[in-house]
């Protein structure tokens, strides 16, 4: 049972667009959500989060935006660059007695110049 | 501060045997926790550690075990390896001081141990 999904496995993206990275959860129990990169050979490295009490955060090229009611979340990359090759992964956390953050399958976003 | 570091960087087991990986967070971070990483499957959370006691579990069999020592260094055992459990195990410390929710739940990740099992 996923409760944390990233449909696409791989997107291609031309440097300077805007990459559009969409993860969907299905527990209401998750209340914070955050995105990690991961390069090959190291472990991932956070990117970007976002409490359930907020719509949208920036921070530089990169923001995420929560749909709670579509339990729905995107990351958006503008503008991309070749070294933001990499996979990207979505995860939702809940406090069940203790840390509980889910991952979801990664999307490998290529970004080609 | 150092970061996550997890030995071995590789490992290679053959069937039935048994393998211990370890994990030191870094300095400070109370919490550990473990994910297997497979292609196709993402991270796989595994367990959370804090302060030596086990708070939470994913869905992985009891050959699967971890323990955390009183300097919060973790260990993750498994048990009788199967070919499935070849895999990268990523090991990953929380940066919160005091154990309450907050704006901060980011995790730190090692680099990981990539299992082989023949």
């Known amino acids: 049972d996923q409760q944390v999904k990233q449909n696409s496995p791989s997107l291609s993206v031309q440097e300077g667009r805007i990459s559009i990275l969409n993860c969907d959860y299905t527990n209401s129990m998750f209340d914070y959500f955050l995105w990690y990169k991961k390069y090959p050979a190291e472990g991932p490295t956070f990117l970007i989060s976002?409490?359930?009490?907020?719509d949208k955060n920036e921070d530089g090229r990169f923001t995420v935006f929560l749909n709670k009611s579509a339990k729905h979340l995107s990351l958006h990359i503008v503008p991309s660059q070749p070294g933001d090759s990499a996979v990207y992964f979505c995860a939702a956390s809940a406090w069940v007695g203790g840390f509980k953050t889910i991952f979801g399958a990664g999307t490998r976003l290529f970004v080609k110049a | 501060k150092a970061g996550v570091t997890q030995t071995p960087r590789y490992l290679i087991k053959t069937r039935g045997q048994q393998v211990t990986l370890s994990c030191s967070p870094i300095s400070g971070h109370r919490s550990v926790s473990w994910y297997q990483q497979t292609p196709g499957q993402g991270l796989q959370f595994l367990f959370e550690?804090?302060?030596?006691?086990?708070?939470n579990k994913g869905n992985f069999p009891g050959r699967f075990s971890g323990r955390q020592f009183s300097n919060s260094r973790s260990e993750m055992n498994v048990s009788t390896l199967e070919l499935g459990d070849s895999a990268l195990y990523l090991c990953a410390s929380r940066d919160r001081a005091i154990d309450r929710r907050g704006t901060n739940e980011k995790l730190f990740f090692g680099s990981g141990t990539q299992l082989s099992v023949l």
């Open positions: 976002i409490s359930s009490i907020k």
């Open positions: 550690y804090f302060s030596e006691t086990q708070r």
